[in-house]
Structures are given as structure tokens and as C-alpha cells.
Nanobody, 123 residues
Framework: QVQLVESGGGLVQAGDSLRLSCAASGGTFSVYNMGWFRQAPGKEREFVAAISWSGGRTYYADSVKGRFTISRDNAKNTLYLQMNSLKPEDTAVYYC????????????????WGQGTQVTVSS
């Protein structure tokens, strides 16, 4: 059983940056492919970014490509999402997720999910 805890969310202004972290415990982090998702009020959860277990492959939603960067530190059991040039439409609860199987930009079924961290971007 893998536990995932997100942190780093907050209230920022448009154009600012934030770095989200996802700390994993209870399992071997380095064997899991990881993803970030977000859910805005009244909307369905959507894919943001994913990364392979080694960090060698990354995938992004078109809406964040060029602004967000997903990375991981397997020695620290931590996943990151660097978010730059934030926009009001990035406002959402951000979730990290872990999956043993292959992931890409279309994968939505993950094995474990965190509780989420709120990101609010004011205009």
C-alpha cells in the first residue's frame, strides 16, 4: 500500500510560480510510474503530467506544455511539479497518483492517489 501526500499548493497571482511535491511512503517508489492530475470546481478531473519510473519519459497535457515540468527524485521518494507562468485557469486541486503499469498522456487509471493540494491563481 502506497501513501501519497501532496504539498506546496497555495494562493498566487497570475504569472507566478509554484512547486508541488508528492511524498510517497509504504512502497518502493522507484518502481511506480507517477502522474499529476487536477480538478477544478464543477469540472472533471483532468490529466496534467506523467513520468516514468526512471524519469526518462514525461508526458504533458497541451494546456500546461512549456509551463509545467514534472520530475522525480527516487532517492527521496518524492515527485515534483514545477509550475511556471501560472494562469487563473490553472486553479484546481492537484493530485498525484502512482501506477505500476505503463503510463502516458491518456492514462487515467492509477493504483494510488493522494488527497490533493489546492492551487489558486488570482488574476
Amino acid at each position: 500500500q502506497v501513501q501519497l501526500v501532496e504539498s506546496g499548493g497555495g494562493l498566487v497571482q497570475a504569472g507566478d510560480s509554484l512547486r508541488l511535491s508528492c511524498a510517497a511512503s509504504g512502497g518502493t517508489f522507484s518502481v511506480y510510474n507517477m502522474g499529476w492530475f487536477r480538478q477544478a470546481p464543477g469540472k472533471e478531473r483532468e490529466f496534467v503530467a506523467a513520468i516514468s519510473w526512471s524519469g526518462g519519459r514525461t508526458y504533458y497535457a497541451d494546456s500546461v506544455k512549456g509551463r509545467f515540468t514534472i520530475s522525480r527524485d527516487n532517492a527521496k521518494n518524492t515527485l515534483y511539479l514545477q509550475m511556471n507562468s501560472l494562469k487563473p485557469e490553472d486553479t484546481a486541486v492537484y493530485y498525484c497518483a502512482a501506477r505500476r503499469g505503463i503510463v502516458d498522456a491518456t492514462t487515467t487509471t492509477y493504483d494510488y492517489w493522494g488527497q490533493g493540494t489546492q492551487v489558486t491563481v488570482s488574476s
